[in-house]
């Protein structure tokens, strides 16, 4: 539970900062729910579509398009933390792994174990581009990063990440050198 206001208060104040979120709605009509409801529904099970395989667990997609391809940003725990992953589509159901984006480190960093990261800035309108947006000249990520080993242990803190590369190519992806721990 704490993880995931971590996230919403990580997104909701990059979002406000470039002006995007200017207030929220107190309900979504019911009707409205059920017409979502109604679109998105499908007969069709098909399971996991990105499997971690070899002890693997995938978890948090993150999916946008660029070019004509789906990409999907996600995390895998392997049981030493969580690294942030890059897979390409055609058609979103049949995925192929292209490599990491936030990896482990070697070093004494504050996330040297855990780096789970969430795209931000992505078209969120249904039917729309469903494009990441720049801001500042690049795309953006939140994370959770923390330097303890295992399953969500130890404290895990907010962070951000940028690129100015493409996003579609796998390569590590620039943290900014702060940290908002909690206690």
Known sequence: MRTDLAIIVVLTTLLCA???VKEFP?????????????????P???????????GLAADSPSVFRKDGKWYMVYIIFDGRGYETWLSESEELLEW??????????????????????????VDPKWGGSYELEKYDGKYWMSYL??????????????????????????????R???????P
Request: net charge negative; hydrophobic share 30%.
């Open 44 to 54: 069709f099970k098909r399971g996991l579509v990105i499997p971690g395989g070899d």
């Open 96 to 121: 192929k792994t292209l490599g990491r984006i936030m990896s482990y480190s070697d070093d004494t960093d504050w996330d040297v174990n855990q780096k789970a990261g969430y795209l931000a800035l």
């Open 26 to 42: 107190e309900t979504v009509p019911q009707e409205k729910m059920e017409k979502v409801f109604e679109e998105v529904k499908t």
């Open 176 to 182: 900014l050198s702060l940290c908002i721990t909690t």
């Open 18 to 20: 470039v002006g995007c």
């Open 145 to 174: 990063g923390g330097d303890a080993s295992g399953y969500e242990s130890g404290v895990l803190s907010p962070g951000m990440a940028y690129t100015i590369g493409t996003p579609t190519e796998p390569h590590e992806w620039d």
